[in-house]
């Protein structure tokens, strides 16, 4: 085994001092040896020669080699004499050897003192690398340096032994010579955060070793020069996979025995007697459904939770375990669940005494068993209910045995005795044979108990049995069962016997019953279903089959939302699966009637039938078990109706003719006289009213001549004089009512002083009801050619109403817009509108909405406004909601059309000539 530093330098590209290897130092001793030489050959600088003598040595001496300054030495000498003997064929004085003298004691005195100081340093690393080889050699423990490129620089020997390798043959190679890539690289990443973190570091490495992985704990550390830089990377690894395994085996038994508990549900419990604490398996608290946390470490948790019947119980046997009166702890007892009830738990436990005999520790577990309990109890009430059942005395049954051909009774009921006419008792332990019973019966009943005993199934059959006391024949339904050998030896059989006589009379009745109805629902003409409760037919008569088109073989199995089946409804809409009759009855168990169906055959030919349904319920069960329905063809009833239907739908379409054309003319009619009445009423009113407006006006006038036309309010009288002038127009108009509005006079009408007008003549009514008048002209024109007083009297009327319709505060909006050639006039009000009912009616004369006792009206202003719109050539229409206003709009021309006379009024009427000329006499002074 070579030594530590000589290993080490081995390797030729290690640095040393600085960085600098051997070849730098031969390199530079050889170039200082030669480069003196050729000084002191060639030039007299002898001093200068000695010098580079010294350097040459002193960098031999940093040479592995010991011999090598020596070496330099002897050769700096040889140049030093050949130099002083080149200058003395120069004729160089006998001083320059003197200096040359010099130069070579220097020389040698160099050479020594490097001799010693490396005999110091070998000693020195020679103690150092025995001390180092001897812990690579012997220790146990797996040493390792590497380069920062990753190569090994020293390695023990348990880790080349791992290996299987000399230690030579790992110095210089690299991780990725000996272990697969991705351990080598975790291994190299390891060394790169020691050397970046520049401070000792632990990791877990994995390693394959002889094909088996182990896992290694290993401390890197980094190697720093004189100067502190970082130049090498060591570390220690200790071998963990033993105590891994170890852990991996403790933790597989840990889960192993966590399996086991969970798997019985095991609670598990340790009460330390010397410290008296307790400990509660997160299970054990689960059981009685409490959280980790909700338990404390308390023996009194335990005791606490115990049934008051069962404490003293316990506690005593507690007592005796520990006492050693008991030699073990196992018992049943109840705990408090943590909602109240009390749950039975099913607890063993083992005491481990300390070495003076004293109780150390407990240890126990508990399971819950009260399921366990509930189905004890279950299986005792079982046990008496069968014990009840079996001496209830309903049905024959007992216990019995076959032997020697014959059947030994062992134990029957009374039921039984009653039939044989004994008891129980005397039964017992007798043959059949002996109670009078048929050999006949009796190889019967032995029959089917040894098919009992080969099938291991119960066998079920049904016989006569004849009274020999009466003579009459009772029929008897009786099961046989296998049950086992008995305790001496033959097989035991147990028998069940019931008397079906009753029955078997009621199966014939209803058979001959079944048969009867049979034949009636054949001969039906209805046709008749039965559908089971997945809705599929089970049974149909032959009258279905000719209503519906299909056999018998083709309506079996079909349900009533099958696809071949195309319904509809009377009006022609499909018939939803879930709506069909028999679906809707099996689904709400309520019956059908008379649901109208059209139905498809598969000649494409649609028939009508009426479909009725009846659910098919067993005693206390409220969802059917079937569907029965009858349906018949209506489909020639049903064309007649449709024919029925469509001639009282023609004959009501021409009695409603009728009756509004009655009523048309009945209402052309009542107009008529309206008007009629009207027209005498006004040209009563139009000659009362003549004489006072005859007064009126030649007051104005006499007043008119005494105000100047300066007057700050002489624009009022020339408002009042048309406004007599109109009213004169209105008068002489109503000599005219009954005969029709006449066309007014057409005259070049400023729209914006009629609005001024109007807005002065209602300006007492707006202020007095609190409503505003907003006016919107969207015309060009600044004057239109209208009858200008009769629009007025129009605007007036309809302005009026939309305030009386109108609520405080609020606004009524006149508008007037030019479209082709017409008048648009629309007038808003944000009032409550004009009920449906009412609103073909407000034209009519005398009718009116307005009541009250402060109402003086006629219901006459719409009737008037729309005779005086329609002489323009106009038309006046309304479009009202309730709660939100009405709007009436008026549209007329701009110019005159046929039949409206341009500047001229409508021909004078034939009646009340007389007041017609006193009112042209008397209108104007």
Same mark, same amino acid.
Request: one cysteine or more; proline letters at 4%.
């Given at each position: 085994m070579t030594s530590l530093g000589s290993r080490w330098r081995r390797y030729r590209s290690t640095p040393f001092h600085g960085g600098w290897t051997a070849w730098s130092w031969h390199a530079l001793s050889a170039v200082s040896l030669l480069g003196t030489a050729a000084l002191d050959v060639l030039t007299p600088l002898t001093p !200068?020669?000695?010098?580079?003598?010294? &350097?040459? $040595?002193?960098a031999a001496?940093? /040479?592995p080699s010991s011999g090598a300054p020596w070496v330099v030495a002897i050769a700096a000498t040889g140049f030093a004499g050949l130099g002083a003997d080149w200058s003395s064929i120069g004729g160089v004085a006998w001083t320059q050897f003197f200096s040359c003298g010099i130069s070579v004691g220097a020389v040698w005195l160099a050479a020594w003192i490097v001799a010693q100081w490396q005999a110091t340093s070998r000693s020195r690393a020679y103690a150092l690398s025995s001390r180092l080889q001897s812990l690579l050699t012997n220790s146990h423990t797996i040493i390792f340096v590497k380069d920062l490129d990753g190569r090994f620089l020293e390695v023990s020997d348990q880790f080349a032994g791992l290996l299987g390798l000399p230690a030579d043959a790992v110095i210089g190679k690299t991780d990725h010579d000996f272990f697969p890539a991705e351990f080598a690289d975790s291994y190299r990443q390891h060394d790169a955060e020691v050397v970046t973190a520049g401070t000792a570091m632990n990791f877990e490495e994995a390693a394959l070793v002889h094909g088996s992985l182990r896992w290694y704990v290993a401390r890197k550390f980094p190697f720093r020069d004189e100067t502190g830089r970082i130049i090498a990377v060591g570390g220690v690894a200790t071998d963990m996979t033993a105590r891994l395994l170890a852990e991996a085996d403790r933790h597989e038994a840990q889960e192993r025995l966590d399996l086991v508990v969970g798997a019985t549900q095991t609670g598990i419990w340790d009460w330390d007697l010397q410290t008296n604490r307790m400990y509660y398996s997160s299970l054990w608290k689960a059981t009685l459904g409490y959280e980790e946390e909700e338990i404390s470490d308390s023996p009194g948790e335990w005791e606490s939770r115990l049934h008051p019947e069962d404490h003293a119980r316990i506690m005593a046997l507690v007592d005796d375990y520990l006492s050693g009166r008991s030699a073990s702890y196992e018992l049943e007892h109840r705990l408090r669940h943590k909602d109240g009830a009390y749950r039975w738990v099913y607890t063993v436990a083992v005491l481990q005494r300390d070495a003076d005999g004293r109780p150390r520790r407990m240890t126990g577990s508990h399971v819950d068993i009260t399921t366990r309990k509930q189905a004890e109890q279950a299986l005792a009430q079982s046990e008496g209910t069968l014990r009840s059942f079996f001496d209830s005395g309903v049905l024959m049954m007992g216990i019995v045995e076959v032997v020697d051909g014959d059947i030994l009774h062992i134990s029957d009921n009374r039921r039984v005795a009653s039939f044989f006419g004994t008891?129980?008792?005397?039964? +017992?332990?007798?043959?059949?044979s002996e109670m009078g019973v048929p050999a006949e019966v009796i190889q019967l009943w032995i029959r089917h108990y040894e098919e009992s005993a080969c099938?291991? +199934?119960?066998?079920?059959? @049904?016989? #006569?049995h004849r009274d020999p006391c009466s003579g009459s024949e009772l029929y008897l339904s009786a099961t046989v069962c296998w049950i086992g050998a008995g305790s001496v030896g033959p097989s035991r059989y147990s028998y069940l #016997?019931?008397?079906?006589?009753?029955?078997?009379? &009621?199966? #014939? @009745? &209803?058979?001959?019953? %079944?048969?009867?109805?049979?034949? $009636?629902? %054949? %001969?039906?003409?209805?046709? !008749?279903? #039965?559908?089971? !409760? +997945?809705?599929?037919? /089970?049974? *149909?008569?032959?009258? %279905?089959?000719?209503?519906?088109?299909? @056999?018998?073989? +083709? &309506? =079996?199995g079909r349900t009533p939302v099958d696809p071949g089946w195309q319904a509809i409804h009377p009006d022609g809409r499909p018939f939803e699966d879930d709506q069909r009759p028999p679906s $809707?009855?099996?689904?709400?168990?309520?019956? *059908? @009637?008379? !649901?109208? =169906?059209g139905l498809c055959r598969p000649t494409g030919e649609l028939r009508w039938v009426s479909i009725n349904t009846q659910a098919l319920t067993e005693p206390g069960r409220e969802r059917p078990y079937g569907v029965v329905g009858s349906f018949h063809d209506i489909t020639e009833r049903r064309r007649a109706e449709q024919a029925l239907l469509e001639a009282q739908s023609e004959l009501e379409r021409r009695v409603q003719e009728r009756t509004a054309r009655i009523q048309e003319l009945e209402s052309q009619r009542s107009q008529t006289e309206k008007f009629a009445a009207l027209g005498h009423l006004a040209a009563g009113i139009a000659h009362e009213v003549n004489n006072p407006l005859a007064g009126i006006t030649n007051a104005f006038h006499l007043v008119k001549q005494g105000i100047d036309r300066d007057h700050r309010h002489y624009r009022f009288v020339e408002l009042i004089d048309r406004e007599i002038h109109r009213l004169t127009a209105i008068v002489k108009k109503m000599y005219t009512l009954y005969q029709g509005v006449p066309a007014g006079k057409r005259e070049a009408t400023d729209i914006a002083a009629l609005l001024q007008d109007l807005t002065v003549l209602l300006g007492h009514k707006l202020a007095s009801k609190r409503v505003r008048l907003r006016t919107a002209v969207e015309i060009v024109r600044e004057c239109v050619d209208v009858p200008r007083s009769d629009l007025l009297q129009v605007l007036l009327n309809l302005v009026q109403n939309a305030i009386d319709a109108s609520s405080p505060d609020s606004e009524v909006l006149l508008r007037v817009v030019e479209e082709d050639g017409q008048l648009r006039w629309t007038v808003t009000d944000q009032g409550t509108g004009i009920p449906p009912h009412i609103l073909p009616r407000v034209f009519e004369p005398f009718f009116t909405t307005k009541i009250g006792s402060s109402w003086q009206g006629l219901g006459l202003g719409l009737s008037v406004s729309r005779g005086l719109v329609e002489a323009m050539g106009g038309r006046i229409d309304i479009q009202t909601t309730v709660q939100c206003g009405s709007t009436v709009t008026v549209v007329h021309p701009l110019t005159a059309g046929d039949g409206i006379e341009r500047g001229g009024a409508s021909p004078p009427m034939r009646k009340g000539q007389q007041d017609d000329d006193y009112a042209a006499t008397h209108s104007h002074c």
């Amino acid at each position: 085994m070579t030594s530590l530093g000589s290993r080490w330098r081995r390797y030729r590209s290690t640095p040393f001092h600085g960085g600098w290897t051997a070849w730098s130092w031969h390199a530079l001793s050889a170039v200082s040896l030669l480069g003196t030489a050729a000084l002191d050959v060639l030039t007299p600088l002898t001093p !200068v020669g000695g010098a580079g003598y010294v &350097l040459a $040595v002193l960098a031999a001496g940093m /040479i592995p080699s010991s011999g090598a300054p020596w070496v330099v030495a002897i050769a700096a000498t040889g140049f030093a004499g050949l130099g002083a003997d080149w200058s003395s064929i120069g004729g160089v004085a006998w001083t320059q050897f003197f200096s040359c003298g010099i130069s070579v004691g220097a020389v040698w005195l160099a050479a020594w003192i490097v001799a010693q100081w490396q005999a110091t340093s070998r000693s020195r690393a020679y103690a150092l690398s025995s001390r180092l080889q001897s812990l690579l050699t012997n220790s146990h423990t797996i040493i390792f340096v590497k380069d920062l490129d990753g190569r090994f620089l020293e390695v023990s020997d348990q880790f080349a032994g791992l290996l299987g390798l000399p230690a030579d043959a790992v110095i210089g190679k690299t991780d990725h010579d000996f272990f697969p890539a991705e351990f080598a690289d975790s291994y190299r990443q390891h060394d790169a955060e020691v050397v970046t973190a520049g401070t000792a570091m632990n990791f877990e490495e994995a390693a394959l070793v002889h094909g088996s992985l182990r896992w290694y704990v290993a401390r890197k550390f980094p190697f720093r020069d004189e100067t502190g830089r970082i130049i090498a990377v060591g570390g220690v690894a200790t071998d963990m996979t033993a105590r891994l395994l170890a852990e991996a085996d403790r933790h597989e038994a840990q889960e192993r025995l966590d399996l086991v508990v969970g798997a019985t549900q095991t609670g598990i419990w340790d009460w330390d007697l010397q410290t008296n604490r307790m400990y509660y398996s997160s299970l054990w608290k689960a059981t009685l459904g409490y959280e980790e946390e909700e338990i404390s470490d308390s023996p009194g948790e335990w005791e606490s939770r115990l049934h008051p019947e069962d404490h003293a119980r316990i506690m005593a046997l507690v007592d005796d375990y520990l006492s050693g009166r008991s030699a073990s702890y196992e018992l049943e007892h109840r705990l408090r669940h943590k909602d109240g009830a009390y749950r039975w738990v099913y607890t063993v436990a083992v005491l481990q005494r300390d070495a003076d005999g004293r109780p150390r520790r407990m240890t126990g577990s508990h399971v819950d068993i009260t399921t366990r309990k509930q189905a004890e109890q279950a299986l005792a009430q079982s046990e008496g209910t069968l014990r009840s059942f079996f001496d209830s005395g309903v049905l024959m049954m007992g216990i019995v045995e076959v032997v020697d051909g014959d059947i030994l009774h062992i134990s029957d009921n009374r039921r039984v005795a009653s039939f044989f006419g004994t008891t129980p008792e005397r039964m +017992q332990g007798r043959r059949a044979s002996e109670m009078g019973v048929p050999a006949e019966v009796i190889q019967l009943w032995i029959r089917h108990y040894e098919e009992s005993a080969c099938t291991s +199934q119960p066998v079920r059959f @049904t016989y #006569v049995h004849r009274d020999p006391c009466s003579g009459s024949e009772l029929y008897l339904s009786a099961t046989v069962c296998w049950i086992g050998a008995g305790s001496v030896g033959p097989s035991r059989y147990s028998y069940l #016997v019931e008397d079906v006589s009753e029955s078997r009379r &009621l199966e #014939v @009745t &209803l058979r001959d019953t %079944a048969e009867r109805y049979r034949g $009636v629902v %054949a %001969a039906l003409a209805e046709g !008749v279903l #039965v559908h089971d !409760v +997945q809705g599929r037919i /089970i049974a *149909c008569n032959p009258s %279905a089959e000719r209503i519906l088109g299909l @056999t018998a073989d +083709q &309506l =079996m199995g079909r349900t009533p939302v099958d696809p071949g089946w195309q319904a509809i409804h009377p009006d022609g809409r499909p018939f939803e699966d879930d709506q069909r009759p028999p679906s $809707v009855t099996l689904r709400t168990g309520r019956p *059908c @009637t008379e !649901v109208v =169906m059209g139905l498809c055959r598969p000649t494409g030919e649609l028939r009508w039938v009426s479909i009725n349904t009846q659910a098919l319920t067993e005693p206390g069960r409220e969802r059917p078990y079937g569907v029965v329905g009858s349906f018949h063809d209506i489909t020639e009833r049903r064309r007649a109706e449709q024919a029925l239907l469509e001639a009282q739908s023609e004959l009501e379409r021409r009695v409603q003719e009728r009756t509004a054309r009655i009523q048309e003319l009945e209402s052309q009619r009542s107009q008529t006289e309206k008007f009629a009445a009207l027209g005498h009423l006004a040209a009563g009113i139009a000659h009362e009213v003549n004489n006072p407006l005859a007064g009126i006006t030649n007051a104005f006038h006499l007043v008119k001549q005494g105000i100047d036309r300066d007057h700050r309010h002489y624009r009022f009288v020339e408002l009042i004089d048309r406004e007599i002038h109109r009213l004169t127009a209105i008068v002489k108009k109503m000599y005219t009512l009954y005969q029709g509005v006449p066309a007014g006079k057409r005259e070049a009408t400023d729209i914006a002083a009629l609005l001024q007008d109007l807005t002065v003549l209602l300006g007492h009514k707006l202020a007095s009801k609190r409503v505003r008048l907003r006016t919107a002209v969207e015309i060009v024109r600044e004057c239109v050619d209208v009858p200008r007083s009769d629009l007025l009297q129009v605007l007036l009327n309809l302005v009026q109403n939309a305030i009386d319709a109108s609520s405080p505060d609020s606004e009524v909006l006149l508008r007037v817009v030019e479209e082709d050639g017409q008048l648009r006039w629309t007038v808003t009000d944000q009032g409550t509108g004009i009920p449906p009912h009412i609103l073909p009616r407000v034209f009519e004369p005398f009718f009116t909405t307005k009541i009250g006792s402060s109402w003086q009206g006629l219901g006459l202003g719409l009737s008037v406004s729309r005779g005086l719109v329609e002489a323009m050539g106009g038309r006046i229409d309304i479009q009202t909601t309730v709660q939100c206003g009405s709007t009436v709009t008026v549209v007329h021309p701009l110019t005159a059309g046929d039949g409206i006379e341009r500047g001229g009024a409508s021909p004078p009427m034939r009646k009340g000539q007389q007041d017609d000329d006193y009112a042209a006499t008397h209108s104007h002074c």
